[in-house]
């Protein structure tokens, strides 16, 4: 009833194999992504969005595949540490022969890393991309933030590295990459009060990921392969942003 009053639709309803075919190839004509950026443009022309110019958080989550690998191997990639060949990592069969194994703390996951990029102000989500569970963040920050116009970039010490300040720095964007203590180079005073400083601005990105997985229920993939993930993640940014656009405006409202 909730999708007949929302599109219109009278009489027959498409069944559940048109919807899933509908969704399919607007993913495999890239589609989605068009559509996302449109009602993100929509909510600005409506003022409940900022633009997110002034400044973005980037950070990177982990979805479990909707398959179930057979084995579990030894060498599988400690999160944040390079990923070593993909002759080792995943020989195992599997349904989902993108999906790859990332050892996460004390707990092992079979999946995907999703990363997105908010606006620094409301956590309105930006942009998706989607990688296998063993990519490294600090390596994908330029694939993540192409494309994408902001003053400053906020990130946690994932993505810390030489290269990726010079990269910020190239393109005229304020770095706001949280410090990462080295052996023999603990952080100065000053990087440890820069980390609070930027940590003050993450909460945003870490609150979006949270109603991502509670809420929408994005812990684990329904689909296969690396492009239905990453857009069934595109999806779930949808609503979140209309989620949150409704309860901003509810917010004004209340208090007009």
Known sequence: MDFMIFTGFEGEVPDETT????????????????????????????GIKINPSKG?????????????????????????EEPITVE??????????????LKKGEKYFFGYKGFV????????????????ANVSETRELKA???????????????????????LLKSLKIEDGI???????????????????????????VERCFGTIKRQLKFVRAS??????????MILKAIVF???KAFHITKHIVRYA
């Not at 589609?31 to 600005?44: A, C």
């Not at 958080?57 to 944040?80: E, H, K, M, P």
């Open 19 to 46: 919807l899933c075919r509908f969704r399919g190839r607007l993913i495999e004509l890239g589609l989605l992504e068009t559509v996302f950026k449109q009602i993100n443009k929509d909510l600005e022309n409506k």
């Open 241 to 243: 942003n209309l989620l």
């Open 88 to 101: 080792c990592q995943n020989p195992q069969r599997s349904f989902d022969d993108e999906a790859r194994w």
């Open 56 to 80: 973005a958080v980037v950070d990177a989550t982990i979805i479990s595949s909707a398959a179930r690998a057979q084995t579990q191997l030894n060498g599988v990639v400690t999160d944040r």
């Open 117 to 132: 990029v908010t606006d620094s102000n409301h956590g309105f989500i930006e942009h998706v991309h989607m990688t296998s």
């Open 144 to 166: 993540v933030i192409e494309g994408l116009e902001m003053n400053c970039l906020y990130g946690d010490k994932g993505y810390a590295s030489l290269e990726n300040r010079e």
């Open 178 to 204: 949280m410090h990462k203590a080295a052996r023999n180079r603990p952080l100065t005073a000053t990087e440890k009060e820069q980390n609070r400083a930027i940590s003050g601005k993450r909460f945003v």
């Open 223 to 232: 689909y296969c392969t690396r492009i239905k993930v990453e857009g069934q």
